[in-house]
């Protein structure tokens, strides 16, 4: 019954990322991920509460299973938290109505040489520590697990532009620089977390 739920959520999910895809340069875009970000949200509590009953009823069969989703929790929590005040501290409404300069969310995170900013080295701490600990976590090696871990959490992976120019994982991540893109690629990694949330409760809860 939890597998399919969590298909289903993913389903859901996916509906609503193709439409803010479609929608991305309009000013409506953004609120389809938010409403993702709130369905997987909610899912989530809902699924950490059903499986922290599951570990008072059958303590020896999920107590390391929920060592680990327990840390799952807190560093994707983390993240999302870092993510949601960097959103609040620029303000969607101005980023809507343009009402920023044009490099402002830019220069939050890169330096004008290119290189990331203290906030922005905050950021990849953050992911990275998702990333490590998603390896340690993938104790039955699933292949589900481990693409989407390292493809959207990997830091030190090379990437390339158009052009087959060599870029970083940052500047994959914020491929388009202005305000209104910058805001957008932060609320997509932010669904990101909650997917990945989402997927390891699916595979855990199936074994």
Do not use: C, W
Not at 84 to 99: A, I, M, P, S, W
Request: glycine fraction near 4%; proline fraction near 0%; charge should be neutral.
């Amino acid at each position: 019954m939890f597998n399919k739920k969590v298909v289903f959520i993913v389903l859901v999910l996916s509906s609503l990322l193709i439409q803010a895809q479609y929608k991305y340069t309009t000013n409506t875009a953004h609120h389809s991920l938010e409403k993702a970000i709130r369905i997987s949200s909610d899912v989530i509590e809902g699924r950490t509460a059903f499986f922290e009953r599951q570990t008072l009823e059958k303590p020896l069969m999920f107590q390391k299973t929920s060592v680990l989703i327990g840390e799952l929790n807190r560093l994707s929590n983390n993240l999302s938290k870092f993510i949601v005040k960097t959103q609040k501290e620029v303000n969607t409404e101005r980023v809507l109505h343009d009402l920023l300069d044009g490099d402002f969310y830019k220069n939050i995170f890169f330096e004008s040489t290119g290189k990331l900013t203290k906030i922005g080295g905050k950021l990849k701490i953050k992911i990275d520590s998702l990333y490590n600990h998603a390896k340690r976590i993938n104790i039955h090696q699933l292949s589900q697990i481990e693409n989407f871990h390292e493809d959207h959490f990997r830091t030190d992976l090379d990437f390339y532009d158009e052009d087959e120019n060599k870029i970083t994982y940052f500047d994959h991540l914020f491929y388009d620089k202005s305000n209104y893109g910058m805001m957008m690629a932060m609320n997509y990694l932010l669904l990101d977390v909650k997917t990945f949330q989402l997927l390891y409760f699916g595979t855990v809860m199936s074994l």
